[in-house]
């Protein structure tokens, strides 16, 4: 788990359907150190994770994540230059225990990250 130790959620609302959370990274996490050296870079896993963890608050359960699609690493994100970043997630049910989300990590004009993916609540 990577909330509270890599990031914190600072804020969130809803906007058009659209969850948007202010996430902020903590640059001095030990990730940084392998991640690379005096170059930190925000690993892809890491923004997939984040994705997963935040579903899980919004849903309030455990996930899995079942598929991936349209997974685009768009920009770098550096820690010490992007420290506040946003996280929009907007959602669909598919069924009881099945959803789906469109997911996006940004700062101003600069997008991060884009990824759908479909997960299952596990509780």
């Known amino acids: 788990m ?20 202010s996430i902020q990274l903590n ?14 870079v925000v690993p892809g896993v890491c ?3 984040l994705v997963k963890e935040v579903a899980e608050k919004e849903k309030m359960g455990k996930t899995m994540l079942q598929k991936a699609s349209n997974i685009k ?6 820690p010490n230059a992007h420290s506040c970043i946003f996280l ?12 789906s989300v469109s997911a996006k ?3 101003a004009e600069i997008i991060f990250f884009k990824m759908n993916a479909s997960f299952t609540v596990v509780n």
């Open 2 to 21: 990577l909330l509270d130790e890599f990031y914190k959620i600072t804020d969130n609302r809803i906007e058009n359907e659209k969850h948007i959370y």
């Open 27 to 40: 640059s001095k996490h030990a990730i940084y150190h392998g991640h690379f050296p005096n170059i930190p």
């Open 47 to 49: 923004m997939i994770e």
């Open 73 to 78: 690493f768009l920009s770098i994100i550096d």
């Open 88 to 99: 929009e997630l907007q959602f669909q049910q598919s069924t009881t225990n099945e959803f």
């Open 105 to 107: 990590l940004y700062k």
